[in-house]
């Protein structure tokens, strides 16, 4: 057992539409890592080229922010992860 990974609306399009995905990591980065190796269209939609997560995404564990560990936050088996793609308009 891992964690689930439950991806954005805006970004299923790069997971053949699956809202969510199974993945085995002990730390949040870890879980993306799995996410990215499997789909590499991932990879600039959620970091940027100095390797951190871009400043509009944000990932939640079971519901609260991984801020501001973010990648280096711990998971455990069974542990939901959510990515958030924060959007503003005016």
Do not use: W
């Not at 499997?38 to 990932?59: A, C, E, H, Q, W």
Request: proline letters at 3%; one cysteine or more; aromatic letters at 6%.
């Amino acid at each position: 057992m891992g964690q689930i990974i439950r991806i954005h609306q805006a970004l299923r399009h790069l997971t053949n539409n699956q809202s969510a995905v199974e993945v085995d990591g002990k730390t949040v980065g870890k879980c993306l890592a799995e996410l990215v190796e499997r789909f590499p269209g991932m990879k600039p939609k959620l970091f940027g080229t100095n390797g951190k997560l871009l400043s509009y995404v944000d990932i939640y564990v079971n519901a609260e922010s991984s801020y501001p560990e973010e990648l280096d936050k711990a998971v455990n088996d069974g542990d939901t992860l959510s990515v958030t793609i924060i959007i503003a308009g005016g």
